[in-house]
Each structure stands twice: as C-alpha cells, then as structure tokens.
C-alpha cells in the first residue's frame, strides 16, 4: 500500500469531511484560504453524465463563489450554440470537498455547480436542475426521495504503451476471498479515500465477473446520491490510474460475463416517517408503495433511455446474467424489473434494478422519481408479483400474466421515450432533443459499422 500511501495525506483525515450541506459562501472561503488550497474545481455534469470541471485559482476562489465565472456553453454536449455560448458556474456551498490526494503538494478542492444563464435564470440544459425540479413536486406532495445507488465497475490493465485493454488481472467471482493484488489493493484504497472525503461506505466486494467490483455507500436524498455517484465515479477512476489499471463503468465491457448495473433503492419519507411502510398493508407495504411500484412499472419502456442510455447498455439486458429483461416486480427473487427488499419499516425501499452505471445520475433519479409519483397522483396498482424465475416461465405464461419486456435495443427505448409524454415533461424540451438527437446519431454510427463477429461469422460462409 506504499503507493496509495504516498498519493493521499493520511495524517490529516477528518479535515477532508467539511462539507455536509450546512456551509454558506463565506464559510467555504475561509475553509479553503485556512487549509491553503491551491486549485478549486468547479465541477458539472453534462447531458449525457460526463464530469466536466473548470479549474480556478487562489485569486478566483471569491469570485467563483459568487457565481460569477463565465465558460463555453457552446463546446459541452447539448449546451448551448455558439452565438449563445456564454454561461455561468453557481456553486453548491454544500458539495465542497478537499480531496485527500496528495500529488506535487498541491491541494485540489471541488464544488459542484449548477448552470445559470448569464442574466442569471436556471439553464434547461442543466441535469441538476431536472432533478431539483423532480424533488420540488415531491416537495409539494409532502414526500422527500431517498436513493441509494449501487455502481458496479470493472478494473482492466493496460498494455506496455499505456493504452486500455480488456485484460483482467483476477478470476474472481462473488464475494470471493482472493490473495492480495492489484484489484484488492486498488479497491481498498478507492473505499479509504472515499471515506476520507465523507462518504460512508458500508461494504465493498468482488462481483460476479472477472475485474468486477462493487463498493456501496449509504442511502441518501436524492441531490445528494446524485452528487456523491459524479463523486464516486470521479475517485473511483482517479484511484485506479494510480494502480496503472483503467476502471470503465461501460455496462457490458466482456462477452459472456454478467454487465454493470446500477441498482437504484429508492423510498419517500414524510419527515421521519417512510410512508412506503404499513404494517397492516398488504405485503406490508402502504398503498403509496404500490402505486410508486405502478409508475415505475408504467413508464419502465418510455425511462429507460435514460436509466440505459448506450448501444452497449443493451448488451447487459438480456437473459441469463440477472440483469431484467422483464416488466414486473417481486418481494423475493431478483429476475423482475422492480424488487421489494424483505426488511421493513423505516427501512423499506423499491429497489429498480435495470439502471447501468453509465447513466446521467441527475436524469435518471428525476425521471424515476417523478414516474413513482405519477402512479401516486393516478392511484396506480400494480399487478400481483411475480415470484417465480422470469427466464424460465414459458412465453405463454408471461402473455398470460401480461409481462412485457424492456426496449431490446437504444432505438427502440428511444422509441417508447418518444411516445411517453411524462418523460418529455421531466427533461424538459432542451435536454429531450439534445439526448435524443445525440443517441439517435451514435445509434445510427453503430448499425453502419461492420462488427468483427460478423466478419468471423459469414465471411467464409457466404
């Protein structure tokens, strides 16, 4: 571990937890003059989730706090046109992290942004706030979302030239217990700086594939969990390049080997209380629960662009590697769409099991949520659950059940997107033509090409 050690400033951890959303402007200036920070990075998410940042110095940091720095709008996917490109960074006091790294005795801090105008109104664009929008209609329904997201990754070598391959250095399964190496290192040093910087991570595994890892992190509200996954996605990456290893949340990145997931756990709290949880309901679950399972079951065809948004995301739904396939729910087995966890209480959730970890957090999080409470405002019920394995019930037992399945493909999820009104409505008209216009043009680059599968195929055969 000589190496992480030398990367992060283990002797100065608790100063690292300073965010925790109760800071104002001024508190965050004097916390980053005090701990002498070099580099200020503000931090956004495009429309498709890529992380993009604009890095600012000790002279800018009061200037970056009042909202004030300008960048190019025109050159972020989806953003904005050149004769409009201008567009402001407006920090959240309460995202500010000082990352425990320590490259060159330098000090980076981050805050994350929302995106303004320059005559100061909210950007469309921003995936921010689409989800921001989401949380004030619970808001006024007297609900708050909590979320919990478990992103899968898989930690792959380079070559002599540095270039990223699809190379594995273990063989590891499920939980298994392997020998100390490269992965089990790597892993355990993403978990410490994680918790360095106020996440609370409560386990970290091997998954079921070759190079594949999980690390969760407790629940939070959903600005919050958003949050921490562009977090998480950020350190998990920058971990790894100091292992020489490349970590790609790409949902399907090896043939025959089970994909990434991103298994969302989601509830609404009315203050203290889960109102997903009833006692004497059925399945103990209230009848607000079930109608949060009904919307989500509603609208599974029309969100799933967001929740899946790559050609390669399809790769990963298919039968045979737990990924669903099916449009159902269950309180037991795990080959449904939507699973009710057995405990109960405070700490009863929905959990979808379809996202990938590719996915804009900010849209996905907006879009479920506001197809939960879709199925709230219209009393909703769900179908009985389905218990049993979905891949082994025959087709005319699932007609007979009226299970349906999700897009086989992008451009049929962008096909259901397109007829489902509710989704135009959370992204809004911006960002619902940007994506489309955009995985519609991937979509069309990827059926042009001629894959080597084809190639080995039918070269020789016709």
Same mark, same amino acid.
């Given at each position: ?171 590891? %399964? *499920?939980?298994?217990? !392997?020998? &100390?190496?490269?992965? =089990?290192?790597? /892993?355990?040093?993403? $978990? ?127 039968? %045979? *590697?737990?990924?669903? !396939?099916? &449009?159902?729910?269950? =309180?037991?087995? /795990?080959?449904?769409? $939507? ?124």
């Amino acid at each position: 571990m000589q190496l992480m050690q030398n990367f992060i400033d283990t002797k100065s951890f608790m100063w690292y937890k300073i965010g925790g959303g109760n800071m104002n402007k001024n508190e965050v200036l004097k916390v980053l003059q005090e701990e002498k920070v070099n580099y200020l990075r503000l931090q956004f998410t495009d429309i498709m989730g890529i992380n993009k940042n604009v890095e600012v110095p000790p002279s800018q940091f009061e200037k970056a706090l009042e909202g004030k720095i300008l960048f190019d709008g025109s050159s972020i996917e989806g953003f904005s046109r050149i004769e409009e490109s201008d567009m402001l960074l407006c920090p959240d006091p309460g995202t500010l992290i000082i990352y425990p790294w320590n490259e060159k005795s330098r000090k980076e801090a981050r805050l994350i942004c929302d995106i303004y105008n320059p005559d100061d109104t909210p950007f469309e664009g921003c995936p921010r706030g689409v989800l921001k929008r989401a949380i004030a209609e619970a808001d006024e329904m007297g609900v708050m979302m909590n979320a919990g997201l478990e992103a899968e990754f898989f930690l792959f070598e380079k070559d002599e030239k540095g270039e990223i391959t699809t190379n594995t250095h273990d063989a590891g %399964g *499920y939980f298994d217990l !392997t020998p &100390i190496d490269k992965g =089990e290192e790597a /892993r355990q040093a993403m $978990v410490d700086t994680l918790c360095a910087i106020g996440f609370e991570v409560e386990t970290a595994h091997h998954e079921v594939a070759p190079g594949q890892h999980e690390i969760d992190f407790k629940y939070a509200d959903a600005l919050t969990s958003a949050d921490r996954i562009a977090t998480f996605r950020f350190v998990v990456r920058k971990v790894a390049t100091h292992f020489d290893l490349h970590a790609t949340f790409m949902p399907k990145p090896i043939f025959g080997e089970s994909g990434s997931g991103m298994h969302t756990h989601q509830s609404l709290f009315a203050k203290d209380r889960n109102v997903f949880y009833d006692e004497k309901g059925k399945y103990r679950l209230s009848t607000i629960a079930l109608n949060y399972i009904a919307g989500l079951l509603q609208h599974a065809k029309g969100i799933t662009a967001i929740t899946n948004p790559l050609v390669n995301s399809y790769k990963r739904l298919v039968p %045979g *590697y737990e990924a669903p !396939t099916f &449009i159902s729910w269950s =309180e037991r087995n /795990r080959s449904p769409l $939507v699973r009710v966890p057995a405990k109960r209480g405070i700490g009863t959730r929905i959990e979808l099991r379809s996202p990938d970890p590719s996915a804009n957090p900010y849209l996905a999080l907006a879009v479920m949520l506001k197809a939960g409470l879709d199925g709230i405002k219209k009393n909703l019920l769900p179908p009985d659950p389905v218990d049993k394995n979905m891949y082994t019930m025959s087709k005319r037992e699932k007609a007979r059940l009226k299970i349906g399945s999700l897009p086989g493909n992008l451009s049929e999820a962008l096909y259901y997107m397109g007829k489902d009104k509710l989704v135009k409505a959370v992204l809004g008209s911006h960002i619902y033509d940007h994506f489309v216009g955009a995985r519609r043009k991937e979509w069309e680059l990827y059926i042009q090409q001629v894959h080597p599968w084809e190639i080995d195929r039918y070269l020789s055969m016709y």
